[in-house]
């Protein structure tokens, strides 16, 4: 899609160099405001009911609406201004109104409206609204230091790009590994003069008799300003495999609704990077040790368990028994490999960003499973 379209719901890019990404946030940051309004004075109003109401005057409000019609097909009204509500602003509406259920969605927009208008007549505070390309993308709280705080996305890739270049001379932007859609923002950097943080890991998979599969450690960071994500940053180590990287867990996170956040609290967080390389490294090690007797059982189970999609979970079942057979014992650390090719059939499935980054931190959670409780014998249904 191109970025004359960057108003649609479904607009997603992504950027060779990390320039490219800066320039656009930047123009992303000219193209948007916040605005505050106090909650109770909100109401939601079904598209067909309030389009005659809006700018005619601005040439691309046709093409917004007709994007609208075909997602949300929902405008937020606020005291004599009505903007067009994009996808990514529902999750923000409705936790400002304190309602929620999977029952909303099968409601006609008029009700589905008026319900929410009803909780949102009795919300206490200010509700924090971003206009984005001439859409609202969210509705956060806003009434004091304890609600969102808003971090300049444009200032934290800076940041993050001016601390790697200090720290981990030599790092490298990944070419296209930058993101973009209207929920969540990712790029990732190859770090370095850090293969010292390496060196025991390296040790270890000698130890066990293992082909070393580790290129360079890399960093990713990860950002939304409609509550998608913290300003989260994640250790990943780059492989030969198909999908080529791993990830590592625990990432540092910053939300930004939580004591008045900041960019010098993010910065803070950047210096923490080499002591969560350490302690990641550690869990990754310790799956060495842990012996699987029946490898696809347990790769199947286990996958089941932390929400992989079937069709996916099949075809990486598929590769491991393609490339290791599927008998005889492994290790945990064999199947944790195998596991985040997830993500490789995910982004061949077409799955958004946005997906590929959540189904990534669900895999982590795979680091501190109890894996011997999916190391079943016989027949499963998966």
């Known amino acids: 899609m191109n970025e004359a379209r960057v108003y649609a719901d479904g607009f997603e890019r992504s950027f060779a160099e990390v320039k490219d990404l800066l320039e656009f946030l930047a123009e992303r940051g000219r193209n ?4 505050r309004k106090p909650t109770n004075t909100l109401r939601l109003a079904p598209l067909e009911k309030e389009a005659q109401n809006l700018d005619a005057a601005d040439a691309s409000m046709e093409e917004i609406l007709e994007d609208t019609e075909k997602n949300t097909q929902l405008v937020l009204k606020m005291r004599g201004e009505s903007y067009p509500v994009r996808d990514c602003a529902i999750r923000t509406i409705l936790s400002r109104a304190g309602v929620n259920g999977d029952g909303l969605r099968k409601l006609d927009k008029a009700t589905y409206a008026k319900v929410v208008n009803y909780c949102l007549r009795v919300a206490k505070g200010d509700a924090l609204i971003k206009i984005a390309d001439g859409k609202v993308s969210a509705v956060h709280g806003g009434g004091d230091k304890h609600d969102y705080c808003i971090l300049d996305m444009k200032a934290m890739f800076e940041t993050t790009c001016e601390y790697l270049n200090l720290n981990f001379k030599g790092s490298v932007y990944m070419e296209g590994s930058g993101i973009y859609d209207h929920s969540i923002v990712s790029a990732m950097w190859k770090l370095g003069g850090s293969q010292e943080l390496l060196d025991t890991y390296r040790k270890a998979l000698d130890a066990h008799g293992m082909d070393e599969k580790i290129l360079s450690p890399a960093l990713r960071f990860t950002t939304s300003d409609v509550a ?20 590592l867990g625990s990432p540092i996170k910053l939300a930004h609704d939580k004591g008045g956040a900041t960019i010098l609290d993010f910065r803070k967080n950047l210096e923490q990077v080499c002591a969560r390389y350490v302690d990641a490294m550690k869990n990754l090690t310790q ?3 842990i012996e699987i007797r029946n490898p696809v059982n347990c790769l199947k189970l286990l996958m089941k368990e932390l929400g992989i999609k079937q069709k996916i979970r099949n075809e990486v079942v598929e590769l491991f028994v393609s490339q290791n057979g599927g008998e005889g014992a492994c290790t945990a650390h064999d199947l944790y490999y195998a596991m985040n090719e997830a993500s490789f059939f995910a982004a061949c499935e077409g799955m958004s960003g946005q997906g590929i980054l959540k189904l990534e931190e669900d895999i982590t959670k795979a680091l501190i499973k109890d894996w011997k409780k999916y190391d079943v014998y016989g027949a499963v249904k998966c």
């Open 287 to 289: 799956l060495m040790d």
């Open 228 to 247: 998608a994500s913290g300003a989260n940053l994640y250790p990943m180590l780059l492989t030969d495999g198909p999908n080529g990287v791993i990830s």
């Open 32 to 35: 948007a405001k916040w605005i």
